[in-house]
């Protein structure tokens, strides 16, 4: 019965030893405890979703970029969303996708471990048709009431890794995504910051990460103002204590 796990052990070691696996190989039972199984437990849930652009020219080709081991090695979503409203399912919801890359979300330090990644068929520059939106919307109304995933942790790819990545990009529509409830998005009526507010902190509290000050700047930017200048002013601090507000709210 030791060979067994004895070989698995070997194998991973060397799968990792040459750098050809990066991810965690799959084991039933750990062979350093014995083995004494209780029927009380399920599947582990998402508690983050996040919103791509595939920055491609079809569903056709994203489906299969995310579904084979392409030239810059292999990536997928669970989902994809075509620009008529079609959906598709590539990864269960409980299954780690490979969708999120490096990054960081507040503590999250991997988020491809806690979340479920939907891409949109989008090629970084057009709008997203309102069908698109509306089923993305469904899904998730699905996903948050089924997998019981906060309302309010809906995040774009940039916003954790804004130093690499720009996407869903300054077109996506957050605004009608929070008018459906989904995501966070500033009171048009939210006063002024107070006096000695910090944006930097808010930007922490809120889980932006601060590595590179000009980038996550740029992605604040990209999703609350549609544009891509990374120079906080005024309504910036408004827009940020509305925030930091609500989420200590939805906690
Ligand atoms: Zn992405």
Request: proline share 8%.
């Amino acid at each position: 019965m030791r060979k067994p796990v004895l070989l698995k052990l070997w194998l991973a070691a060397t799968l990792l030893a040459l750098g050809a696996c990066t991810h965690v190989p799959r084991q039933e039972h750990n062979p350093l405890a014995r083995w004494t199984p209780s029927p009380n437990h399920e599947a582990r849930r998402p508690i983050l979703i996040v919103i791509h652009a595939t920055e491609q020219n079809s569903v056709a080709e994203s489906l299969e970029t995310l579904r084979t081991e392409n030239s810059g090695g292999p990536v997928s979503a669970h989902y994809l969303i075509g620009r008529d409203g079609a959906r598709y399912q590539l990864v269960p919801d409980e299954l780690r996708a490979w969708h999120a890359g490096g990054g960081r979300w507040g503590t999250i330090t991997d988020v491809n471990n806690v979340s479920i990644g939907i891409e949109l068929d989008n090629d970084g520059r057009s709008e997203f048709p309102p069908a698109q939106i509306d089923s993305l919307i469904v899904l998730l109304e699905d996903l948050c009431e089924r997998l019981y995933i906060p309302r309010t942790q809906i995040v774009a790819h940039a916003d954790f890794a804004p130093t690499r990545k720009q996407d869903p990009g300054t077109r996506f529509p957050w605004q009608r995504l929070a008018q459906a409830g989904f995501g966070l998005w500033p009171a048009a009526d939210a006063p002024p910051a107070p006096d000695g507010f910090d944006p930097w902190n808010a930007l922490r509290l809120l889980g932006y990460p601060l590595a590179g000050r000009a980038a996550t700047v740029r992605a604040f930017h990209r999703r609350f103002r549609g544009t891509e200048n990374d120079v906080l002013d005024a309504e910036d601090l408004r827009i940020l204590a509305s925030l930091v507000q609500q989420q200590a709210g939805a906690e």
